[in-house]
């Protein structure tokens, strides 16, 4: 197995689709006057699933920025996380756990945050690749704005996702190349990204052998 680094290259292409993200999330929040401030909800504990071996790999980045102790705590939180969130689902429920990167509300690896975390809390939409519109109402106290300002939630501004996870899927294909349709799909939790450990693919046969593909 070898680990799937990321290039400086593709690095730059994640920070500025991050970018993107936070001033389309900014302006939306601007227009709606919606603020995170004061809010007695915290949505750190929602869960949420990722789905690219990209963030998988960026996530890691910043984790390994850390001091061993500071990791070593971490991993022992995401492993009570994955406990507690496999309590609820042998109950039936969908599971609602503190992520362990939450320290008294923010998180520890803040920069490194993923996708679904940044866009989560204002409307969005979203336009997958059969032509289905996807649309998001955001977080309650977002939808409380919403349901007060506007006599239907479609009037509201919202987010448009789909050029940003378009140019997520070509970071992912970069960093993955032709075989990406044959690996196991990423399907984990923050948690499970972290315990599981950086992400690895099978090496391939002529990278066993010390040699390369005839081209």
Not at 156 to 165: C, Y
Not at 184 to 197: E, F, H, N, S
């Amino acid at each position: 197995m070898k680990e799937v680094v990321l290039t400086d290259e593709l690095l730059a292409e994640i920070r500025k689709i991050y970018e993107a993200i936070e001033s389309g999330y900014d302006e939306v929040a601007r227009a709606l006057k919606f603020s995170c401030d004061g809010c007695p909800d915290n949505c750190c504990d929602s869960y949420f699933l990722h789905h690219t071996y990209t963030e998988w790999a960026y996530l890691w980045k910043g984790f390994r920025e850390l001091d061993e102790t500071r990791q070593q705590e971490l991993m022992e939180r995401s492993r009570q996380y994955i406990l507690d969130c496999e309590k609820a689902e042998a109950k039936g429920e969908r599971p609602q756990a503190m992520c362990p990167l939450n320290d008294d509300g923010r998180c520890t690896l803040y920069v490194h945050r993923l996708m679904v975390c940044r866009t989560h809390g204002v409307p969005a939409s979203m336009r997958r690749p059969d032509g289905q519109t996807l649309n998001f109402p955001g977080c309650f106290r977002c939808q409380k704005i919403v349901k007060k300002k506007f006599v239907h939630g479609s009037q509201a501004p919202h987010m448009e996702r789909t050029q940003l996870l378009q140019r997520l899927v070509g970071v992912e294909r970069e960093l993955m190349g032709e075989k990406l349709h044959l690996y196991p799909r990423v399907k984990r939790t923050i948690a499970q990204m972290l315990v599981t450990g950086p992400p690895t693919i099978p090496t391939l046969h002529c990278e066993r052998n010390g040699s390369l593909p005839n081209v």
